[in-house]
């Protein structure tokens, strides 16, 4: 599904650079749930904003279901992540002014599905994260927990192939946290594709391959022998 090849990313402010990726080479493969770990500042969540086509790279190629990125201009990479891509944050990214079921909504707005579908699309998504209860709150009068609920319902409405979660259990307490997990997860057994940023091996557990970065390079590969689910 991505091929990463070679793949640098250098920021240069004031004079200064600064190389976040240097020749990381990656394959995702469709249906797989990959985790990506590492130290503070060694390039993951660089290496997962270029993945998700939100940054850009120096160097390499980048290939997303045989398709060179970097052929694309940016209203065909808009077009890649409104219809292939759902992202989890670990600061929820809430619009604090929308309830549960609007925020949930919003991805559907740029897809050209009408209100019907919409609401049904909505409705659908309430049930499977169990907020059915909390349509018409507001993220501020919800837990952490419930927030995250939402924001991973927001990331999967549109039925993406691929969801992208960066840190997704990195406020919440450790059942909030399972919960999360059990939800990427199952996700994933569905036949989305899953790559998860995290600083946990327990959340990385769940994965079926863990790849670890150091100073923007990938240092190991292994698979991951028993999941606990």
């Known amino acids: 599904m991505i091929r990463l090849h070679n793949i640098s990313k250098i920021y240069r402010s004031q004079g200064v ?12 493969h469709r249906g797989e749930f990959l985790s990506i770990m590492g130290p503070s500042g060694c390039g993951k969540t660089t290496l997962l904003n270029i993945i998700g086509l939100l940054d850009t790279y120096e160097e390499g190629l980048f290939v997303f279901e ?26 929820f990214n809430l619009i604090d002014d929308l309830t549960v079921a609007e925020n949930i909504e919003l991805p559907l707005h740029y897809l050209n599905i009408s209100r019907q579908e919409r609401r049904e699309y909505v409705a659908d998504i309430l049930e499977k994260i169990s907020m059915g209860h909390r349509r018409d709150f507001f993220p501020n009068q919800l837990s952490g927990g419930q927030q995250q609920r939402v924001a991973v ?19 919440l307490d450790s059942a909030q946290g399972n919960d999360i997990m059990e939800m990427l ?45």
Request: proline content about 3%; glycine content about 4%; cysteine-free.
């Open 66 to 91: 045989d398709q060179d990125i970097s052929q694309h201009n940016e209203k065909a990479r808009l077009k890649i992540r409104k219809n292939k891509i759902g992202f989890v944050f670990q600061s």
């Open 185 to 229: 997860a199952k996700l994933n057994d569905q036949g989305t594709t899953v790559v998860m940023v995290t600083h946990s091996a327990h959340d990385a557990s769940y994965s079926e391959r863990i790849v670890r970065l150091l100073d923007g390079e990938v240092t190991s590969e292994k698979k991951v022998l028993h999941a606990p689910f």
């Open 17 to 28: 650079e600064t190389r976040a990726l240097s020749n990381v080479n990656l394959h995702v």
């Open 153 to 171: 319902g927001r990331a999967i409405v549109s039925k993406p192939e691929l969801i992208l979660a960066d840190e997704p259990t990195g406020n």
